[in-house]
């Protein structure tokens, strides 16, 4: 495993420990090889003591020095600017010297843990070095993982996929999306497939709305300088939030094979109802935190965060209406919203049935029967819950909701693996399943560039402001109100 941007964040957080996991539980061979790539200067030792020290910092998973001694015999790093072309003859060579002596089969895999402008320029210079495609002979395999954002825009998207498509094919391509990777997530597919019961209600007869919330309770910190080139709509919905929506409202693939799955997925997609610039104003709010208290902390406004200009107008919040025209959905709205220094860090897919067409409890306040939900739980405390409402003992008719509950840690132990291990082993064995084909990710973009370009084009509407640990602006209330209909109190 090659990783471009060896000593970057992502490979800190998230990429060395989740290999190291994998290690401990043996799903990867004793001969597992990961070259590291960074422009520090370094040695093969000091860089093995670096990865420790970050694997140490996970209290649930430390190492222990039978793992790490079979682990860091495989870890090797070169110091090198990956943007320098001629660094990947001396790449080349070295990745073979290790397959020699570990054993790896020829098998590569390419991991761009790198900003997003970096990925062209990489995958040309692979291309140009013959390091692409699958090896000559057949020996082993060729893989890459491309972090999202997988371009910014529509066009941009349509252009990466050019340069990536002209060096790998695209089962060599994997494009990662990590909450694809979370139990609860995979777990939607399995809850609506292989039980009988709710798949009859899951549709437009029984289904009052849907509502997809992607909250955290931080601000931007000192990512504001990349914040400022993402935002709300490109950092999480065209990604995170519209893939969580396809699971929920594709129909059932015939098989769950990786080619089927996705399919159903970027068919549902399609079918989302496209915006015209005036559905884009009235069918979304966008917003930006302000001062307030997070975490009973005080928080200062984007505003005043590091690397955000004064004058910034972007989104840190936002909300959207979607539509799905098919038989299944019409007239079923997708209330999604996703934001910044919220009031708490929570994931979730809410399914709000119908209320019951005749209240037949007369002497029962009407007000004391709410809505049946289904809720999703995505991160923290993942698990799904289903609102139901049930009648509190006593002589008196009096009702009040109720939660069934299902908890992955309670049920199934504590620790689960992180979305990265899943993601990272699905790769290996070539299971693209969880992965966006480009197909979904071009769709996924022209979903949102009326958004994009009607709030770029928008340059004199003031952009709401919401306290640092609300539930977000006040005109996102009013997105629901307008329909009778309010937000899920979390």
């Not at 984007?302 to 004058?311: H, M, N, Q, S, T």
């Not at 999703?376 to 139901?388: A, C, H, M, S």
């Amino acid at each position: 495993m090659i990783i471009f941007g060896g000593s970057g964040d992502l490979t800190r957080r998230k990429l060395i420990p989740a290999l190291y996991r994998l290690s401990k539980r043996r799903m990867i061979p004793a001969g597992f090889t990961i070259v590291g790539i960074a422009r520090s200067p370094m040695d093969d030792g000091h860089y093995r003591e670096l990865l420790r020290a970050w694997i140490d910092k996970d209290p649930e998973s430390p190492s222990d020095p039978e793992t790490w001694e079979t682990f860091a015999q495989g870890i090797h790093y070169m110091s090198a600017d990956y943007r320098n072309s001629s660094m990947y003859g001396e790449l080349d060579k070295l990745i073979s010297e290790k397959d020699a002596i570990r054993r790896t089969g020829g098998n590569r895999l390419y991991y761009l843990a790198i900003p997003p402008s970096d990925y062209a320029g990489i995958i040309r210079n692979l291309g140009a070095n013959n390091m692409g495609g699958e090896h000559t002979g057949g020996a082993g395999w060729t893989r890459v993982i491309i972090e999202k954002p997988f371009g910014r825009d529509l066009q941009s998207a349509q252009d990466l996929n050019g340069v990536v498509s002209s060096v790998f094919s695209e089962d060599q391509i994997y494009r990662i999306d990590h909450y694809l990777g979370k139990e609860t997530v995979q777990n939607i597919l399995v809850f609506r497939f292989a039980n009988g019961i709710f798949e009859p209600i899951w549709n437009r007869q029984f289904i009052d709305h849907v509502q997809i919330t992607a909250a955290e309770n931080i601000g931007v910190g000192s990512r504001g300088a990349y914040y400022e080139e993402a935002g709300a709509l490109r950092d999480m919905v065209q990604n995170h939030v519209l893939q969580l929506l396809a699971l929920v409202a594709m129909e059932p693939p015939p098989d769950f094979s990786p080619a089927a799955v996705r399919s159903e997925k970027a068919k549902v997609l399609r079918s989302v109802r496209s915006f015209t610039p005036e559905d884009a104003r009235r069918l979304s709010v966008r917003a930006q935190y302000g001062p307030g208290f997070t975490g009973g902390k005080e928080a200062q406004g984007y505003l005043a965060e590091r690397g955000v200009a004064p004058d910034s107008r972007t989104e840190t919040y936002a909300a959207i209406k979607f539509n799905i025209d098919n038989w299944r959905w019409a007239n079923v709205p997708f209330y999604v919203r996703t934001g910044k220094n919220l009031a708490k860090r929570v994931t979730e897919i809410a399914i709000v049935f119908q209320r019951t067409p005749h209240f037949i409890f007369r002497n029962a306040p009407r007000d004391q029967v709410e809505s049946n939900v289904l809720a999703f739980r995505i991160q923290p405390d993942e698990g799904i819950t289903l609102k139901i409402t049930a009648k509190l003992p006593g002589q008196a008719m009096e009702m009040r909701p109720v939660n069934m509950d299902f908890r992955y840690g309670s049920t199934f132990g504590p620790h689960l693996a992180e979305a990265y291990e899943r993601l990272l082993l699905d790769c290996m064995l070539g299971d693209p399943t969880l992965f966006n084909r480009i197909d979904s990710v071009e769709v996924a973009w022209s979903l949102i560039q009326p958004f994009l370009d009607t709030w770029e084009d928008d340059r004199s509407s003031p952009i709401p402001q919401y306290a640092s640990g609300s539930w977000g602006p006040a005109e996102a209330d009013e997105l629901l109100a307008s329909e009778n209909r309010n937000w899920r109190l979390l």
